[in-house]
């Protein structure tokens, strides 16, 4: 009598994160194969990930502080801008790799078992090391405009930590519809496009009148991108507490569901795919 033997996911939480532990190679190899192809056959390499924002940071330098003349607090209004932009990009590019993970490894789903948030989850990896390179350019304008680092600047692990989760959290989501509905990879684009103007990457949230500051802060960008300035720019930056809380839940909020709806849907992924 021949035996069939199925491999499925463990049924609850504690086996499945097990199997992420079990499989922490696998998510290594994803996440370092992910960063080679990224820049594999490029003229300029890693100098990609500098460009963008650099060249968006001196745009809204124009649009924002020079034409509009909007305040900055006393910061350089360039540092201003690149401050905001650290986890802007990290956002936009997490949530972007995130949500066309699965879709780019349907050959990986539909033939082996491996716990599937592996995919989103080291696609946050490559987002990082931007993070990591666009970081050291911020330095270097720094020591240019004069800007030290005070003790705040501890404060940006816990903030890159933060700015992750929403990127995971957000990306686990349309990952997970995009599987089922692949109008989704459409509607990334534009949430994003949307979202770089009704969050202060432009400008400072300083601008928006007191009254309306709590309910702008429900976009949860906002809490994370203050709390960058704040972090950066020392005493030239004001956290607004009651807002950046809000944030604080709200990216909570966005992380946890979106784990829970991924792994309810998880189970059907090889099928639809």
Known sequence: MKRE???????GYRHYWRDMWDYRELFAFLAWRD??????QTVIGVAWSLIQPLLTMIVFTIVFGRLANLPSGGAPYPILVFAALLPWQFFSNGLTACSNSLIQNANMISKIYFPRIALPASSIIVSFVDLLLAFVVLLVMMVIYGVWPTWRFIALVPLTGLAGAIALGSGLWFAALNVRYRDFRYLVPF?????LFVSPVGFSSSIVPAEFKLIYSLNPLVGVIDGFRWAILGQDAQLYLPGFLLSCALVTVILLTGVRYFRATERSFADVI
């Open 35 to 40: 960063i080679s192809v990224r820049y594999r």
């Open 191 to 195: 949430v994003l496009q949307f979202g």
């Open 5 to 11: 033997i199925v491999l499925e996911p463990g049924k």
